[in-house]
């Protein structure tokens, strides 16, 4: 199942993050703007419980969020949305996956993992801000799941129809919210139209 978010504030800030004239440091910040949005979305059904909470006139019945968010970011890209999930869930655990598309191939190459042990009411927010053959987010998706994380969601700003289905056909179970369903991959498996290479804009590489 996926979500594309079509707030006309995701689809605005969309169009400046995919014009090539957008330096750096603004695209830094509408990565992480747009990430907002997505993972508002994607909390919006996670689990709460009653809390009374004394305020200076009388007692207010209120509701605090019961899960443990676990972000996940896929390095390096990933980690142009953690501030913004950070600022969301303050109090989230973090845990990172290295993982590079071998240039040849496409297939995923993972290099690093550290991962918070997984709880029984853990929520996995993995966050990529490309989804395009799939195989880097399923590859994540199916580490965690060894991991023992049992609740799962992917969050990405650009996708694409190959990837989509391929991360759908993987992992039914997981949930993705996308800010826009792009058109195709081209023959080297960037998203069209896309918006580049996600990590080399965010950091100036090339
Ligand atoms: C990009 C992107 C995803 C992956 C998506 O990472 O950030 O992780 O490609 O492609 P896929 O769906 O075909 O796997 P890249 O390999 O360029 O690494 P980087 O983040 O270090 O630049
Ligand atoms: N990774 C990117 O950064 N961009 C694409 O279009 C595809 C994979």
Redo the contacts with the bound molecule.
Sequence with gaps: MYIEVRHPLVQHKLSLVRDKATGSKLFRELVGEISKFLAYEALREIPTEPVAVETPLETAQCHRVTSEIVLVPILR?GIGMLDALTDLVPNARIGFLGMY?DPVTSEPVEYYAKLPQATDDSIAIVID??L?TGGSSSAAVQLLKDKGFKKIIFICI?SCPEGLAALSKDHPSVPIYTACVDRQ?NDH???LP???????RLFGTK
């Design positions: 890209a598309r801000p490309m395009a650009v991959l498996n960037y998203i896309g918006l580049g290479d996600a990590g080399d």
